[in-house]
């Protein structure tokens, strides 16, 4: 197994953030988009989001499949080819003729982007012992944040420059780089066992995944979490884009450095859970996550960007403890615990955004955090299950 800090540990994590970083990119430089979109085609908020729901939707659904193949082919091949044609999807939207046409691109980018999320973890499992497995894990989730700043900013600052298509280019070349990089960077997998893949055992380990508590509350933790932390910077964006702020689409995209919060909760999550409980980091995150919610409600824009990088630091903190727990806990298939962990993450993601519009139609951004806090307070006490059950269990 390779250790951590070791030169092929440093190889392998490179790599891996790297492919971390550019399915980000391409995922999120819609999202500031939303508002330009919004009044360029004259829909609602709710139609609007649709790029970035039916995005994660799709990503969602490729999950599971990736990886129960990834369990029977090997992780790295899923990884290299998804890579490349979510690269070149950010290229072809370039030339998108219509708004449907877009959401459509964007549908099946996402199911392109699920391959590298659905196996990443499940490759360092693989390779890593426990201690480097941790120590990687932070720093892959902190590349995940990365990405989805980059992706912002450059949708954001592209957009108010040339036109809202541009960002799509700008991402996908960049990408095309980056896809080589990943290629030459990742090693070989040297500890995989490949088991045939057959539909009947692929279900079966699914339903044992479901069934194990352990899992089951890291899922429910890791989907609901992101559900409102997500949306809520979509709903953000149509509330500083309106007076009395008016901000652009470059501004908007900037707001989303508060992420750098959650690169530094995640690059440091490994770390903490060496010497606390991984539940008890988990419900450490969900805690900052609601206490940066709160300052959100100010009407001074310096606290509301203060707020979301409270809330990013928060919720990246608790994603990257959830998902080291699911990969540390599977019994077994660590490919398809990994993945349904993930298809819980953005099927929350693609369904928050109508979980949240009552609220939004109804109080506006006061009525989004209300509607927050109700989820978290779900998730804390889940957290606080995990933790007495984690405790019993080690007495």
Known sequence: MIEARSRQWWRATSALCLGSFLVFINLYVVQPLLPELRHTFGISTLVASLPMSLAT?????????FGSLSDAMGRGPIMRVTLLL????????????????????????????GGLPSVAVAWMGDEFDNRA?????????????????????????????????GAFLAVGIFSLIGVALFWWLLPKAQNFTPTPFKARVALGAIRDHLRNPL??????????????????????????????????????????????????????????????????????????????????????LLVIVAGL???????????????????????QSRGSATALYLVFYYLGASIGIFYLEPFWLVAGWPGVIAGSWLILLFTLGTANWLHRRNARSTT
Do not use: K
């Open 57 to 65: 939707l799709t990503l969602a659904a490729s999950l599971l499949l």
């Open 86 to 113: 979510t690269a070149l999807c950010s290229l072809v939207m370039y030339f998108a003729p219509s708004f449907e046409s877009l959401v459509l691109l964007r549908m099946l980018q996402g199911l392109m982007i």
């Open 133 to 165: 497995l941790m120590l990687a894990v932070g720093l892959y989730i902190s590349a995940n944040s990365l990405g989805g700043i980059s992706g912002r900013v450059v949708g954001g600052v592209v957009a108010e420059r040339v036109e809202w298509h």
């Open 215 to 300: 899992l089951l509350a890291a899922y429910l933790i890791g989907g609901l979490n992101f559900m409102v932390f997500i949306n809520q910077y979509s709903y953000v964006t149509f509330r500083l884009s309106d007076a009395p702020y008016n901000l652009s689409a470059q501004w908007l995209g900037l707001l989303f450095l508060t992420y750098l919060g959650g690169t530094l909760g995640s690059a440091i999550s490994g770390r903490i859970a060496q010497r606390f409980s991984q539940p008890a980091c988990l419900m450490l995150g969900i805690a900052v996550f609601m206490l940066g919610s709160l300052a959100t409600l100010s009407d001074s």
């Open 309 to 331: 990088t409270v809330n990013a630091f928060g919720f990246f903190f608790a994603h990257s403890t959830a998902s080291s727990w699911v990969s540390r806990n599977a019994r």
